[in-house]
């Protein structure tokens, strides 16, 4: 079966300290992997697009990598402004709809 | 440019109501989608139109229904609704939806209360 699991469900840092969010899906025929970032009550935000193994892609303080099985968000010294929750989805080589994974809710305190 | 707009921003309305949700593009996207999100709970997709027709429809009832009167609009029409159907509705378009790489770009969502 199809799915895609994010960790943690919520995860609070403090101001500066860095950490990683996980996406793993278990997909045949993986298309692309996406990421975005929600705030309350708003659309989802677009962030990085990832097609395959080893690609990394860097903006601001935040960087996805791909692998096989699973990708994963790097948030270098987050900010306050970095509260969101970061959703990941997945295409795949059978259509063009999106599987989304649950989410992460992070909240960085300062 | 990577706008997708939506109106209205809120919309309040009663069970016996017809209304209706509009989303907008200028991208020059060929695929454009309606979500629904809950709380808490990622989008869960509704709709997919690809060049103007009718895709995907999630088994959704039918007191939704999307239209596409041309490949910037996208509507979708209300009737009859129930409290349970109140939630975020989210509007999508990526480039073309047919066997490619295709981001998807959200617009800012419309509000939905049922009463």
């Known amino acids: 079966e199809d799915q895609v699991t994010q960790s943690p469900e919520a995860l609070r840092l403090q101001e500066g300290e860095s950490s990683s969010l996980n996406c793993s899906y278990t997909?045949?025929?993986?298309?692309?992997l996406f990421w975005y970032r929600q705030d309350p009550g708003k659309g989802p935000e677009f962030l990085f697009t990832l097609y395959s193994a080893g690609e990394e892609k860097e903006k601001e303080r935040l960087k996805a990598t791909l692998t096989k099985k699973e990708s994963f968000l790097h948030i270098t010294a987050p900010k306050p402004e970095d509260s969101a929750t970061y959703l990941c989805a997945v295409q795949m080589n059978t259509g063009n709809q999106f599987y989304f994974g649950t989410g992460t809710s992070l909240t960085v305190i300062p | 440019d990577t706008e997708v707009t939506q109106t209205p921003k809120h919309l309040v309305m009663g069970m016996t109501n017809k209304k209706s949700l509009k989303c907008e593009q200028h991208?020059?996207?060929?695929?454009m989608y309606w979500y629904k999100q809950k709380a808490k709970k990622p989008p869960e997709l509704m709709f997919v139109y690809s060049y103007e027709k009718l895709s995907i429809n999630e088994s959704v009832p039918s007191r939704f229904s999307p239209e596409c009167p041309n490949s910037s609009l996208l509507n979708l029409h209300l009737h009859a609704l129930q409290p349970e159907d109140s939630a975020l509705y989210l509007c999508a378009s990526s480039q073309s939806g047919q066997g490619f790489l295709d981001t998807q770009y959200f617009g800012p969502g419309t509000r939905l209360t049922v009463l």
């Open positions: 991208m020059g996207h060929r695929a």
């Open positions: 997909v045949s025929g993986l298309r692309g």
